[in-house]
């Protein structure tokens, strides 16, 4: 039974690179480690937001994740996307290949959509994630995930979901609101400028520590 | 003129979407009333408000706008499309659907309308009909290079490639010159396994702008990546594209190098982290 454990500073990173592109798809990696039989998704590392259909540059950037998981003792356990209809909460087809390109690298690899317009109003303790697992060869979404029981979807071996604190949630929030998003940066905009810093975000990281 | 008016004016030419940096500015101008200062320009500065407001969602503040610009300008096309906008930016779909036709109606030749029409259709999800209705409009505009590029963005978004390709094309035939094109269509091909016709755009790219990090990656991921392929020696109907249409290996080697060197001068400014994860990568 998988049970992944979402960190405030993945969930924030993941929400404030959607914030920045509210009119466009974003997408991007969860990395992490497996602690004490969990799989806690520790750090997002922000891929693009413009053509987020095309390989290319997914591909590169992808590679160079693995070098950095790889020199800091990291996995790769998660890919992130937020659509561009706010009202679809499905992996489109590109995303699901892309999904399926990081299970190849990771088994344990899960798959999520941000639910960008259900962030304010969601239910206590619930994230705006929507939890996919790879299950009879296909992305099933786990219903119930981050709701404190087994999630529905995954078969046999249902996954649990859950953020670290409450405080992730809190956290999230007031950045947001004080548009902390700007200091978000992608392999997109590193690719027009190379000193902003797309595997670490290391300003923003300090900025979530002490929210 | 007050300096932000003059960044308001930047932000106006370049066409960026920066509603809440627009806001901001805009603040002390309605609230001091210095945005009369902008003299005849005030009121492209009310519309440029008024877009920002609601796209930050600021309905009340866009309604206080629209009620200066009528008051001003009524019964004119341009201000009731506005209305159009904030019927949709407020939910009501109809409403604007009504004005947009209406502004058709009096004029059909008003594309702002017509492609708000296509917008909504967007917006609803409706984007077999969205892409029908943009492709009966580059029909007759043909020369709408901004049509042709949301008509490539909605064939992305149904992994229609062929079709995204076709219209990045035309794009291309109007504005030849312009990297940002090439670079859209090496990575349409790349994704459709054009390998051939990737590599010749993305050299394209770093041939019409300089020290240009994106192509260069392009160009090394796609020479590498043919290497590959021609030494693996696999059967015509597995590739996508033809291995004759190809530069040679040695060729391919240099070009290989040539992005790897481009690169590494590029990431001299970079980050630790990047850096390495470049350094790392070019082996």
Same mark, same amino acid.
């Given at each position: 039974m998988p049970e992944y454990v979402v960190s405030s500073q993945a969930y924030a990173k993941a929400i404030l690179h959607c914030a920045k592109y509210p009119w466009a798809a974003v997408q991007g990696l969860f990395l992490g480690e497996k602690k004490e039989g969990k799989f806690r998704l520790t750090d997002a590392v922000p891929l693009s937001h413009n053509w987020t259909q095309l390989t290319p540059m997914f591909d590169?950037?992808?590679?160079?994740?693995?070098? &950095?998981?790889k020199s800091n003792n990291l996995l790769v356990l998660g890919y992130y996307v937020a659509n561009e209809d706010p009202e679809s909460v499905q992996l489109s087809a590109s995303s699901a290949l892309f999904a399926k390109t990081i299970l190849s690298i990771n088994s344990d690899a899960a798959a999520f959509v941000i639910d960008a317009k259900n962030f304010k109003t969601s239910q206590a303790g619930q994230p705006a994630l929507v939890a996919f697992s790879y299950v009879d060869s296909q992305w099933k979404e786990q219903t119930g995930a981050f709701s404190g029981s087994a999630?529905?979807?995954?078969?046999?071996?249902?996954?649990?979901?859950?953020?670290?604190? !409450?405080?992730?949630?809190?956290?999230?929030?007031?950045?947001?609101? =004080?548009?902390? =998003?700007?200091?978000? &940066?992608?392999?997109? =905009?590193?690719? =027009? !400028?190379?000193?902003?810093?797309?595997l670490q975000n290391n300003a923003l990281n300090e900025r979530i520590r002490t929210a | 003129m007050s300096s932000s008016l003059a960044l308001l004016a930047e932000i106006r030419q370049s066409s960026e979407r920066r509603p809440f940096e627009v806001l901001k500015l805009a603040e002390p101008l309605l609230n001091?009333?210095?945005?009369?200062?902008?003299?005849? +320009?005030?009121?492209?500065?009310?519309?440029?408000?008024?877009?920002?407001?609601?796209?930050?969602?600021?309905?009340?503040?866009?309604?206080?706008?629209?009620?200066?610009?009528?008051?001003?300008?009524?019964?004119? *096309?341009?201000?009731?499309?506005?209305?159009?906008?904030?019927?949709?930016?407020?939910?009501?779909? +109809?409403?604007?659907?009504? $004005?947009?036709n209406e502004i058709i109606d009096k004029d059909e030749?008003?594309?702002l309308a017509c492609k708000r029409v296509i917008a909504m259709l967007k917006a609803q999800g409706k984007y077999a009909q969205a892409i029908k209705e943009l492709v009966s409009y580059l029909d007759?505009?043909?020369?709408?290079?901004? %049509?042709? $590029?949301?008509?490539?963005?909605?064939?992305? %978004?149904?992994?229609m490639y062929?079709?995204?390709?076709?219209?990045?094309?035309?794009?291309?035939? #109007? *504005?030849?010159?312009?990297?940002?094109?090439?670079?859209?269509?090496?990575?349409?091909?790349?994704?459709?396994?054009? #390998?051939?016709?990737?590599?010749?755009?993305?050299?394209?790219?770093? /041939? $019409?702008?300089?020290?240009?990090?994106? %192509?260069?990656? %392009?160009?090394? #991921?796609?020479?590498?990546?043919?290497?590959?392929?021609?030494?693996?020696?696999?059967?015509?109907? *597995?590739?996508?594209?033809?291995l004759d249409n190809v530069p040679q290996q040695a060729t391919l080697?240099? $070009?290989?190098? #040539?992005?790897? /060197?481009?690169?590494?001068?590029?990431?001299?400014?970079?980050?630790?982290?990047?850096?390495?994860?470049?350094?790392?990568?070019?082996?």
């Open positions: 590169v950037a992808l590679q160079q994740v693995q070098l &950095y998981a999630s529905k979807g995954s078969g046999k071996n249902p996954a649990t979901f859950s953020l670290e604190n !409450n405080q992730a949630l809190t956290t999230a929030r007031i950045l947001v609101e =004080e548009r902390a =998003e700007v200091g978000i &940066y992608d392999f997109d =905009e590193h690719l =027009e !400028n190379v000193s902003l810093d797309w | 001091k009333g210095s945005i009369t200062q902008a003299g005849d +320009d005030v009121w492209v500065v009310y519309e440029q408000i008024f877009l920002s407001a609601i796209d930050e969602g600021q309905i009340e503040l866009a309604k206080a706008i629209l009620v200066i610009l009528q008051k001003r300008f009524s019964g004119s *096309q341009r201000v009731k499309r506005l209305y159009g906008l904030i019927n949709e930016a407020a939910g009501h779909p +109809d409403e604007s659907e009504m $004005l947009y030749t008003n594309v007759i505009y043909a020369n709408d290079y901004e %049509g042709w $590029l949301e008509l490539v963005h909605l064939y992305m %978004g149904q992994h062929a079709q995204a390709a076709f219209c990045i094309e035309e794009v291309i035939l #109007l *504005q030849p010159a312009n990297h940002y094109y090439h670079l859209c269509y090496a990575e349409i091909n790349y994704t459709m396994g054009r #390998l051939d016709v990737a590599l010749k755009e993305y050299l394209r790219v770093v /041939e $019409l702008s300089t020290d240009n990090v994106r %192509g260069f990656y %392009g160009v090394k #991921l796609t020479a590498d990546r043919i290497r590959e392929l021609a030494k693996s020696k696999p059967k015509k109907d *597995q590739l996508y594209f033809s080697e240099r $070009l290989s190098q #040539l992005a790897t /060197e481009r690169l590494v001068g590029a990431y001299s400014g970079a980050s630790t982290a990047c850096k390495a994860a470049n350094e790392e990568w070019l082996k």
